[in-house]
């Protein structure tokens, strides 16, 4: 494998522009972590953050080694991940368990005047933890498909930049929040979706390369797929009666 090979699989740009993962994560969980670590936050929170702080480094520096014909070591440091990613679905379930056990106590976990005064709390519990389930399924199938297909080079490397990208809901949308309150302008329909919609014009972009270089477009549609799924049970399961039951047993 070697740096003509990557390029002719996925953008040639891939490995700088993964980069940029590192400062909206950062800057996107300062207010609620990073600025926050020596608080009073649950034991795993920190669990998890390292966890996914390891994730991010190895996504990031993975290309650069495909780049850098450092086959052996990309497909070293890559087994680590084996362990890793339990870990890292593990943690994120107990950190949605307590994101809901949190909001079912009570506790005031949206902007103010987001959920109805007489709003069960069951249900706004349910709601508040929709987002992170979304993503951390999304993160679970994907990061299956790429080790299932760690043989094929171009299902492999479009499964893991969509696992890769899972990230991006959780910090991009805090970050693009914070935007907007320093400009004092509301988090509308176009800013909840700006991510959503980023990360489906990045497959469609791929789609469109692995069309003209002749490549199969199963990977990159496969991941269209299950994005528009994603996107469309975050619209319809909040306040359904069938997640609130689901949510209350998993939770």
């Given at each position: ?9 996925s953008?040639?740009w ?26 009073s ?34 497909k ?10 339990p870990?890292i679905?593990?943690s994120?379930?107990?950190?949605l ?29 349910a ?45 991009g ?27 489906a ?30 996107v469309?049970?975050?619209?319809t399961?909040?306040?359904?009666p ?10």
């Open positions: 494998m070697s740096k003509s090979i990557i390029e002719r699989v953008f040639p891939l490995a700088w522009a993964l980069l940029l993962l590192l400062p909206i994560t950062f800057f996107g969980f300062y207010p609620s972590y990073f600025g926050r670590i020596n608080g936050l649950p034991i795993i929170y920190h669990i998890h953050s390292v966890m996914m702080l390891a994730w991010l480094l190895l996504v990031i520096g993975q290309p650069f080694l495909i780049n850098y014909n450092k086959i052996r070591l990309h070293l440091i890559g087994k680590v991940s084996y362990v890793l990613m870990l679905i593990v994120g379930y107990f950190i368990r307590f994101s809901y056990q949190r909001a079912l106590s009570g506790v005031d976990v949206g902007p103010p005047g987001y959920y109805p005064e007489d709003l069960p709390l069951h249900i706004k519990a709601e508040f933890v929709v987002i992170g389930i979304v993503y951390w399924v999304w993160l679970i199938i994907y990061y299956t498909l790429g080790v299932v297909f760690r043989k094929n080079l171009l299902a492999h490397a479009t499964f893991m930049l969509a696992a890769s990208l899972t990230i991006l809901g959780p910090s949308d805090r970050l693009i929040g914070q935007i907007c309150d320093a400009l004092g302008l509301p988090f509308n329909a176009i800013a909840g979706n700006f991510v959503f919609a980023l990360v014009a990045v497959f469609a972009s791929l789609l469109i390369l692995h069309y003209k270089k002749k490549l199969s477009p199963a990977p990159a549609l496969i991941v269209l797929m299950l994005h528009g799924i994603g469309f049970l975050f619209y399961m909040p306040y359904h069938a997640w609130n039951a689901l949510a209350a047993f998993l939770f």
